[in-house]
């Protein structure tokens, strides 16, 4: 593994299904966070973890949770996906949340739900 | 409220130089960022400016103003390679980034 992985690339979700979508880093990076990315929006942060054991809501966080049980995973779960959340969502990590720590991403996850 | 804008899309011919515009409120100020996005890819780091003036590196050049808000990327001799989203990401009080919707950048032979 070289950077961060997602998966999977894409998914079909009938809604109402619970989804999780997978994320893993191999940079040792204390800091990991979730986006989803709408077309005319900006990345919208979901949630993030400064480091293992600790997470954090951030923009908008209702729908989702994650769990940050080791350094390297961090997975995103829908419990019941709606409609609304079809979006492409993108895993990334930095070194620590500070100011100059550049975010690093994966290739992203496209989630469409019927 | 937090806020980042950006025009939506600029042209602009190969071998030219571009800039493109970012004006930002965050609650607090930790940063401005700017990453590139090609179509259907993650978006990669570009730039980091946390103090006024130009960071000049390579082809790409960002420059930031506190006072006014405002920051721009500077990309000189295009090359069709360079077509592709540009974001611009605000760091607020707490490091997290506000993110704009993108720039567009079209490039013409």
């Known amino acids: 593994i070289a950077g961060i992985t997602q998966a999977p690339t894409s998914q079909i979700l009938a809604a109402g299904r619970r989804m999780t979508l997978r994320c893993t880093q191999d940079?040792?990076?204390?800091?990991m966070y979730w986006y989803r990315q709408d077309l005319g929006l900006g990345l919208r942060l979901i949630h993030y973890?400064?480091?293992?054991?600790?997470?954090g809501k951030g923009e908008v966080p209702d729908g989702y949770s994650v769990s940050r049980a080791n350094t390297d995973d961090f997975p995103l779960t829908l419990a019941s996906a709606v409609p609304s959340q079809t979006s492409v969502y993108f895993c990334?990590?930095?070194?620590?949340?500070?100011?100059?720590?550049?975010?690093?991403f994966g290739p992203g996850t496209r989630l469409t739900v019927l | 409220g937090q806020n980042i804008d950006q025009p939506t899309e600029m042209t602009a011919t190969e071998g030219a130089i571009v800039q493109i515009n970012c004006t930002y409120q965050?609650?607090?100020?930790?940063?401005l960022f700017w990453y590139q996005q090609h179509a259907g890819e993650a978006p990669t780091f570009l730039s980091y400016?946390?103090l006024d003036g130009l960071e000049e590196k390579g082809r790409f050049s960002s420059f930031l103003s506190r006072s006014k808000g405002y920051s721009y990327l500077l990309l000189k001799e295009l090359q069709m390679k360079d077509s592709a989203s540009y974001l611009c990401?605000?760091?607020?009080?707490?490091?997290?980034?506000?993110w704009g919707a993108g720039t567009k950048l079209i490039i013409k032979p």
């Open positions: 973890s400064n480091t293992a054991g600790t997470t």
């Open positions: 990401a605000g760091a607020d009080s707490n490091y997290q980034l506000i």
């Open positions: 965050t609650s607090g100020f930790n940063g």
């Open positions: 400016n946390v």
């Open positions: 940079m040792r990076h204390n800091a």
């Open positions: 990334a990590s930095s070194d620590s949340i500070g100011s100059s720590n550049e975010q690093f």
